[in-house]
């Protein structure tokens, strides 16, 4: 009977580790653990097509889930939509690791596919992923500051403000970048934007072209920031998001921006 009770014990134990996961991963001290922000729609949250070595664990890139754990990052890191996929953050994250063997890279994915900048504001709700975009950002930012050091934002948005919003697009982005610095108590973390998709034979409205001169201006009147380009990138079948190969090179161009504002 002993027996049967000890072999009871070990069964259950197995059973609720299966029900309640694995232990918590070990986080390092504050601050070696670098924290990336990842906001803005569709293309960040990312919809490269995932290959079976990206949902391998990434090597020192822990994420935050949807739950406000960490756990080891793989993709897809977003959750916004079900066929969330590959975006910038996923090279982003694998070239900072590996640029210092000493810091655990930490994703907070917050980006939502479909989202205005009108939804990156306080209290507004976005049906199409079913969260408040700018709520959401802030509350897991602030968790995850309780564990780490915030070292970057990453920012892919303006698609959906190609309209009557490209006139007041540089003013809310502006609001936002400073916002979000006050709010996280962190007014030197470098803001990385990248520019919307120029793909072959896509041809600009004077909306998207006015989206692209507010960016570039918002990123010049709120230092350290930069701007990165979208040339040369090439889409999914769709035309609409950047596909896995350019996802991947967006991320290492978003990384070589952030290495030249922290080298300064």
């Given at each position: 009977m002993k027996k049967v009770g000890i072999l009871c014990t070990v069964v259950c134990g197995l059973l609720l580790s299966a029900a309640f996961g694995a232990d918590p991963v070990k986080l390092p001290p504050k601050e070696k653990f670098y924290l990336v922000l990842l906001a803005g729609q569709s293309n960040m949250a990312g919809r490269g097509k995932i290959q079976p070595e990206d949902r391998a664990p990434y090597p020192r890139v822990l994420m935050l889930n949807k739950e406000g754990e960490w756990v080891p990052a793989s993709a897809p890191i977003h959750f916004?939509?079900?066929f969330a996929g590959i975006g910038p953050g996923d090279a982003f994250a694998k070239l900072l690791a590996g640029s210092d063997p000493s810091i655990t890279v930490g994703l907070?994915?917050?980006a939502c596919g479909g989202s205005s900048i009108r939804h990156w504001r306080p209290g507004v709700y976005w049906e199409q992923t079913q969260s408040h975009p700018y709520d959401d950002a802030v509350a897991r930012t602030r968790k995850a500051l309780e564990s780490g050091t915030l070292k970057a934002i990453l920012w892919h948005q303006g698609e959906a403000d190609c309209n009557k919003n490209a006139d007041q697009y540089a003013?809310?982005?502006?609001?936002?970048i400073r916002d979000f610095r006050q709010k996280f108590n962190?007014?030197?973390?470098p803001v990385i934007v990248g520019q919307l998709s120029q793909f072959p034979g896509a041809k600009w409205s004077e909306a998207r072209r006015k989206v692209d001169a507010a960016q570039r201006k918002a990123v010049g009147e709120n230092q350290p920031a930069a701007f990165v380009t979208s040339e040369g990138l090439t889409s999914n079948p769709d035309k609409v998001h950047f596909d896995r190969a350019s996802q991947l090179e967006f991320g290492r161009r978003y990384f070589e921006a952030w290495r030249k504002l922290t080298a300064k």
């Amino acid at each position: 009977m002993k027996k049967v009770g000890i072999l009871c014990t070990v069964v259950c134990g197995l059973l609720l580790s299966a029900a309640f996961g694995a232990d918590p991963v070990k986080l390092p001290p504050k601050e070696k653990f670098y924290l990336v922000l990842l906001a803005g729609q569709s293309n960040m949250a990312g919809r490269g097509k995932i290959q079976p070595e990206d949902r391998a664990p990434y090597p020192r890139v822990l994420m935050l889930n949807k739950e406000g754990e960490w756990v080891p990052a793989s993709a897809p890191i977003h959750f916004d939509k079900s066929f969330a996929g590959i975006g910038p953050g996923d090279a982003f994250a694998k070239l900072l690791a590996g640029s210092d063997p000493s810091i655990t890279v930490g994703l907070i994915p917050a980006a939502c596919g479909g989202s205005s900048i009108r939804h990156w504001r306080p209290g507004v709700y976005w049906e199409q992923t079913q969260s408040h975009p700018y709520d959401d950002a802030v509350a897991r930012t602030r968790k995850a500051l309780e564990s780490g050091t915030l070292k970057a934002i990453l920012w892919h948005q303006g698609e959906a403000d190609c309209n009557k919003n490209a006139d007041q697009y540089a003013r809310w982005l502006t609001e936002l970048i400073r916002d979000f610095r006050q709010k996280f108590n962190a007014p030197d973390v470098p803001v990385i934007v990248g520019q919307l998709s120029q793909f072959p034979g896509a041809k600009w409205s004077e909306a998207r072209r006015k989206v692209d001169a507010a960016q570039r201006k918002a990123v010049g009147e709120n230092q350290p920031a930069a701007f990165v380009t979208s040339e040369g990138l090439t889409s999914n079948p769709d035309k609409v998001h950047f596909d896995r190969a350019s996802q991947l090179e967006f991320g290492r161009r978003y990384f070589e921006a952030w290495r030249k504002l922290t080298a300064k």
